[in-house]
């Protein structure tokens, strides 16, 4: 049975940080539902981008996905601390389902607690945030993937791949884009 992922747009997100994922985990052959958090289907990016989600959260919501990825962007500080969303990264955390959150997105599962046990790395303009944090881009700390921005979308999505589908797909992947 193929890994399903669910990658939540709100209004603000970094496209790098989540089309990055969505292409690569496509060419991983991991499904991939875009939902948005908005309320409604179409959400618009950071950079004025507009993209049709495949769903909404509410929709998705009770569903059990094998990883749960979250873009950064100005975007996150609107939905930090919104409840569905906290709802939803701790079910999947507690299923020792991947958590994945780029650039400032990694706040969602600080705020919920998870820096505390968990090592993770961020954007620079919210690490003063962090309690446990690493210089490197992409960090992966038990179920919960962590990277610092746009530039590393790529190695970020790489790293998911290799957590939900081994390092051979991942390779293959990184290889077929000439990563």
Do not use: W
């Not at 509410?58 to 500080?77: H, N, S, V």
């Not at 999947?92 to 790395?121: F, R, V």
């Amino acid at each position: 049975m193929p890994k399903k992922s669910l990658v939540l747009l709100h209004s603000g997100f970094e496209e790098l940080e989540a089309i990055a994922p969505i292409d690569l985990l496509r060419r991983a052959g991991i499904a991939v539902i875009t939902a948005s958090v908005d309320g409604k289907v179409t959400v618009t990016s950071k950079g004025g981008i507009s993209i049709q989600a495949d769903s909404k959260l509410e929709a998705e919501k009770d569903t059990l996905f094998d990883a749960i990825i979250l873009p950064g962007g100005p975007g996150i500080f609107n939905i930090r601390n919104n409840i569905e969303i906290e709802s939803l990264i701790l079910r999947h955390y507690n299923e020792s389902k991947c958590i994945a959150c780029i650039c400032a997105s990694p706040l969602i599962p600080l705020d919920l607690g998870l820096n505390q046990s968990h090592t993770m790395t961020c954007h620079p303009s919210v690490a003063h945030e962090f309690k446990k944090l690493d210089s490197k881009n992409v960090v992966l700390d038990a179920n919960i993937i962590t990277s610092k921005g746009a530039g590393t979308a790529l190695e970020f999505a790489s790293t998911i791949i290799q957590y939900l589908s081994g390092s051979e797909v991942a390779q293959k992947v990184s290889e077929s884009i000439c990563l």
